[in-house]
């Protein structure tokens, strides 16, 4: 099963807002309400960000934002920060009874 | 405070086998579906099994169906992921994580992961 497609690259400048894509099929993203998203900075291990498409878990900031519409999901991060620099990526479950994660982007603060 | 720690990684030559193991700590174990994750040096997440909570339901990637078997410790809150016929492909850091799960009358789905180790790595080379 291919990965869920993101950008590979995005950026912004500290104060902006922006906002990464992740695309499925009916299978999957457009199937089901359980997309989430994790942060990973470099060496480290992923932050749950994001759940059931657009809900927060406590103490994730609320620049921190998903939605979807058909097979897309996206995760806006408004404000941005210097600290929100690191690779992103999506899944979500899928058909088979499993999990299906999205390429990874990396975002870059300018 | 929920702990992760995976240990049993290493250096593996290709066909040789290794069994992983995560300690979990800080919440009920046997109430969580869990989860192995990898990562293969500067790639990308990829999720490689699941195990329901009493350890009676896995499910695993294409990928290692046949090779890898995940199972559980519920008594000594254990995860296992017994990794055999390696191949170089899965060189990777593994992460054990602690997977939120619903279930209707007929099937249960994996909504997400919510905790996460800091990963063991598994170097598969001659």
């Known amino acids: 099963q291919s990965a869920l497609t993101q950008p590979a690259s995005v950026s912004g400048s500290p104060g902006q807002s922006i906002t990464i894509s992740c695309t499925g099929t009916?299978?999957?993203?457009?199937?089901?309400?359980?997309v989430s998203w994790y942060q990973q900075h470099p060496g480290q291990g992923p932050k749950l960000m994001i759940y059931d498409v657009s809900d927060r878990p406590s103490g994730v900031s609320n620049r921190f934002s998903g939605s979807k519409s058909g097979n897309t999901a996206s995760l806006t991060i408004s404000g941005l920060q210097a600290e929100d620099e690191a690779d992103y990526y999506c899944t979500s479950y899928t058909t088979s009874s499993t999990l299906l994660f999205g390429g990874g982007t990396k975002l870059t603060v300018l | 405070e929920v702990q992760l720690v995976e240990s049993g990684g290493g250096l593996v030559q290709p066909g040789g086998s290794l069994r992983l193991s995560c300690a979990a700590s800080?919440?009920?174990?046997?109430?969580?579906?869990m989860t192995w994750v990898r990562q293969a040096p500067g790639k990308g997440l990829e999720w490689v099994a699941n195990i329901e909570e009493d350890g009676n339901e896995e499910y695993y990637v294409d990928s290692v169906k046949g090779r890898f078997t995940i199972s559980r410790d519920n008594a000594k809150n254990l995860l296992y992921l017994q990794i055999n016929s390696l191949r170089a492909e899965d060189s990777a850091v593994y992460y054990c994580?602690?997977?939120?799960?619903?279930?209707?009358?007929?099937?249960?789905?994996?909504?997400?992961?919510?905790?996460w180790g800091l990963g063991t790595l598994v170097t598969v080379s001659s």
């Open positions: 800080g919440f009920s174990f046997r109430g969580f579906w």
């Open positions: 009916s299978s999957d993203v457009g199937g089901y309400n359980y």
């Open positions: 994580a602690r997977g939120r799960a619903s279930c209707s009358a007929t099937s249960c789905y994996t909504r997400y992961i919510d905790y």
